[in-house]
């Protein structure tokens, strides 16, 4: 896909991260962009530094994610390109836990799961099915080509680490459904692609310990240091870019192989 000022691109997470910086980079390319976000003030400043749109979305409310497409596409156009970067990370609980001081035996919190999986998994699945649905609507470009989704996905899609059961689902989960999404648009010129980042150097990272990102940077053979956000924008823009790239699940993450714990 050529960017271009006539291109308008919904991007999730934006207000933050890696989102944020997909949204920078889009924009420098002459995309309007639409930022759905839970973070209000950030969110709006970004938006109004890019000229672009900010709409209050939770990804797990239906509502708020009709509306937010509503308010976009009256804003800026139908979008052609889903940039998914909202998630969290996981409260780290094992399957079954025993305390070492009390002996008690613990399941797994199942509240912790569903949330994880609400906002990670089906929150991406929602802003899929229904930015796919709006693009179905625009006609073809060049190549037949209507749109370009981007998923964000994680290392721990396929090395999960103790304690991250349903982080680790959700992101699978992205992983795994991301090969039907684009078989199932692929008729209708739409292409999906996932990235499963390492460790970067975002906001969710910036609240570890100076001590523990830097034994995190020291994991990752080469270069041994935390990604930076604007090398998974980059990415992200190849996929949107590169029509030939379709139906993949690329790692992004210095060659890091996630250790147990
Ligand atoms: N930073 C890393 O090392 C890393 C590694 C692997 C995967 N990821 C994934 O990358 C994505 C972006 O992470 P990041 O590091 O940029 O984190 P971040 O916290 O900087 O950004 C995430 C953004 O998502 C938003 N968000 C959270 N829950 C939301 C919800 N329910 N609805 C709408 N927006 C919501 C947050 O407000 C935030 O702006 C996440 O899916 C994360 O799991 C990050």
């Not at 003030?41 to 509502?63: M, Q, Y």
């Not at 780290?92 to 569903?114: Q, S, V």
């Not at 609400?118 to 699945?125: A, C, D, S, Y």
């Not at 100076?210 to 980059?234: C, I, K, M, T, Y």
Request: proline content about 3%; overall charge neutral; hydrophobic content about 45%.
């Amino acid at each position: 896909m050529k960017l271009d000022s006539t291109i308008t691109a919904v991007v999730t997470g934006g207000a933050s991260g890696l989102g944020e910086a997909t949204a920078r980079l889009l924009a420098t390319h002459g995309v309007k962009v639409a930022l759905f976000d839970v973070n209000v003030e950030r969110g709006e400043a970004i938006a109004a530094e890019l000229g672009g749109v900010f709409c209050k979305v939770d990804v797990t409310s239906n509502a708020d994610v009709e509306a937010a497409f509503a308010k976009a596409r009256a804003a800026l156009g139908q979008e052609r390109i889903l940039v998914n970067c909202a998630g969290i990370g996981g409260g780290a609980a094992k399957t079954a836990a025993r305390d070492r001081k009390t002996g008690e035996i613990r399941e797994y919190p199942l509240e912790n799961f569903e949330r994880i999986i609400q906002v990670n998994l089906i929150g991406t699945f929602r802003c899929i099915t229904k930015s796919a649905a709006g693009m179905l609507s625009l006609p073809p470009l060049a190549d037949g080509e209507r749109g370009a989704i981007v998923n964000t996905a994680s290392v721990a899609a396929e090395d999960g680490q103790i304690g991250q059961a349903a982080y680790t689902a959700s992101k699978a989960g992205v992983v795994g459904m991301n090969l039907v999404v684009a078989r199932d648009l692929s008729s209708e010129g739409i292409r999906c692609n996932t990235i499963l980042p390492g460790i970067f150097d975002t906001p969710l990272l910036a609240r570890a310990p100076e001590n523990v990102r830097a034994s995190l940077a020291l994991q990752v053979p080469f270069p041994s240091r935390l990604g930076q956000s604007d090398e998974f924008a980059q990415l992200a823009l190849t996929m949107i870019t590169c029509t030939y790239f379709n139906g993949e699940d690329v790692r992004l993450d210095g060659a890091i192989r996630m250790a147990p714990r």
